[in-house]
């Protein structure tokens, strides 16, 4: 298995290879493409932030800063695509008679637009001479840092618990969030999900099948919170085409009505994610980051 150093640059490795490999599909426009390079970057800015100390952080923390802008401009390109295939999707099966006013076109043009601009912004990135040097660097060894010999078995597993603390502590404010505050907390919490997912993954290569049951939890919890997020910016997105929409002297009915079902579908995952959020909080799954 070798130090963590071997165990981390392997995983970063691995990852570049598949950002690599969707690029080709994300100047397509393939919107599976764009999502396998935006799940590579993020596993790629995780893995180098919660095994820092494995590695060079005068190289690795600017490489994060590149992965986080990247990461963006991909999110911007695949979020807009998903939002216009649900509210497509929702329209679709309201009833004919409840659809008052040219709801599909104004959708349909609106997140086209919004998809076409952030495509155009990725075209932008990959072309650029910023993409060819951050793939360069993440394509090398990158240089150790000062616990790269450790042994993994015993490293890795501790950095992991820091993410997963990490988790926790996202957890508690949600709780006590106010009502206004609730859904960026919740956010935070999808996020630290997520963070502490990809750590387990990493730790997977030396701990095993515990590492991955808890990165399962992490990913379960991200999975369901992602859907009450999604919801909550479908509703944001429905307000301001119903503004745009009374603006013109159409009827905002139909916004109103598809707004009512996305915040009924933000409160079911809400309702259906104590479950997953309970378990990920247990104590039992996590003995191998001890």
Known sequence: MGSAGDVVQGYVTAQVERLLAAVPGVRA????????ARVATRRLRAALSVYRPVLDREVTDPLRDELAELGHVLGAARDAYVEGHALGSRLAREDPSLVVGPVERRVEEDRSAARLLAQDRVDAW???????ELVATLAQE???GPRASRSPGKLLPRRARRAWDRLDGAMELAATARA????????????AARRARYASEVAAAVVGAPARRSAKRAHR???ILGTQHDAVTRQETLRRLAHQADL???STFTYGRLHALE????QAALDAAAKPLRRVAGGGHRRWMR
Do not use: I, N, W
Not at 126 to 132: G, P
Not at 180 to 191: F, G, M, S
């Open 180 to 191: 206004e505050d609730r859904d960026e907390a919740l956010h935070e919490v999808r996020k």
């Open 29 to 36: 426009g393939d919107d599976g493409a764009v999502h396998d």
């Open 142 to 144: 990158l240089p150790a």
């Open 263 to 266: 915040q009924r579908a933000g």
């Open 248 to 250: 013109d002297g159409e």
């Open 126 to 132: 990959l072309a650029s001479a910023r993409f060819d």
């Open 221 to 223: 919890v991200q999975e």
